[in-house]
């Protein structure tokens, strides 16, 4: 089978490579599409560690049955289903509890183990969600990280309530996600800030209601102007930086709320306690989600009343993923998802 592997010194290579072998209580999994996020990226370039080099990239996936353990109850070839993002232990009290993301001996698909770059995959029957038929393939691969992820950042961790001023900073995949999901669940005021005036444009039409420049001189007068009032109630941060983490607290509104989803290596300072402490307000940070939360995601989408139609900006031949991640590096076509498709022509 074709699989897209990262070596060491960043290396992306399309290779030719065994089909991956049955295991106990496992399934084979054709991968119709795969979508390829910032974390890819970030590992791609070194940014993250990569605990298991060469790897098969990629976490995010959806297809179709083609073989099942004697084992495994419950999926038969031939069903469409999705991939969770990681391989997780299934004993400790964050899967009791049904919160994947906090397993600690978690397995990310394409940095610990083989991912969803390849026309196969062999996951456990555990990391497998039906994908109904209301939803494409290339939707359904980007429900159990992007959607996914920025429902349990909106609904769960912020809680957001109907009338909100809800301001999102970094809109791309996942941030764009939350827009939609902040409108759905009846925030008042929404702004957007990303210095991609493509990413604004993207914004707007998920149902921002005020765009920000995040490259503007006085970025947090401009978030606040824009909230109305002292500044959002809420704002959920989705770059990954230093200084967007302390814009965000920097401009919510005294006794707000700050939400941090955006991954990365630096370290942000949380100010002087006088002014953290005396605006009381909240930070919190936000991984993965809940199997509740991921069953809910799929059901709006499948029903419509989430509208991903405009989530997939473009798409890929598999061979084409070193392509793919230099596009979202660059930012060309103002992405919010990338798919490859194996099985594409090139």
Do not use: W
Not at 76 to 84: F, S
Not at 263 to 273: I, K, R
């Amino acid at each position: 089978m074709k699989g897209i592997r990262l070596h060491s010194g960043s290396s992306v290579q399309v290779e030719e490579l065994p089909e991956p072998t049955l295991g106990s209580r496992q399934v084979r999994i054709a991968i119709r599409a795969a979508g390829v996020c910032g974390t890819d990226l970030h590992a791609a370039h070194g940014r993250l560690p990569v605990p298991a080099l060469p790897v098969i990239m990629g976490h995010e996936g959806a297809g179709v049955v083609e073989e099942v353990d004697a084992d495994v109850a419950g999926v038969a070839v031939g069903d469409r289903v999705l991939l969770l993002p990681s391989e997780t232990c299934g004993a400790c009290p964050a899967c009791e509890a049904g919160h994947l993301g906090l397993c600690p001996g978690a397995r990310i698909l394409g940095m610990a183990r083989d991912g969803t770059f390849a026309e196969q995959i062999v996951v456990p029957v555990s990391c497998l969600r039906p994908l109904p038929d209301a939803i494409p393939f290339e939707q359904g691969a980007i429900l159990a990280d992007a959607v996914a992820t920025a429902y349990h950042a909106v609904a769960t961790r912020a809680a957001v309530t109907g009338g909100e001023r809800v301001a999102v900073i970094g809109c791309g995949g996942v941030g764009h996600h939350v827009i939609l999901l902040a409108r759905l669940l009846g925030a008042r005021t929404i702004v957007a800030v990303d210095a991609s005036a493509g990413a604004r444009r993207r914004a707007e039409a998920a149902g921002a209601d005020v765009v920000v420049d995040a490259s503007d001189a006085d970025v947090r007068k401009a978030i606040r102007r824009a909230a109305g009032g002292e500044g959002p109630d809420l704002v959920i941060e989705y770059a990954g930086k230093k200084a967007s983490v302390e814009l965000a607290i920097a401009s919510v509104a005294r006794g707000g709320r700050v939400i941090v989803g955006g991954v990365g290596m630096e370290s942000p300072a949380l100010g002087p306690l006088v002014s953290f402490v005396g605006r009381e307000i909240g930070v919190l940070g936000s991984m993965g989600y809940t199997r509740a939360e991921l069953g809910r995601v799929v059901e709006l989408a499948a029903s419509g009343r989430l509208d991903l139609s405009g989530s997939i900006t473009a798409r890929y031949p598999l061979e084409c993923a070193a392509e793919a991640l230099a596009d979202l590096a660059n930012g060309r076509g103002d992405p919010v998802r990338l798919v490859l498709l194996p099985g594409a022509s090139p």
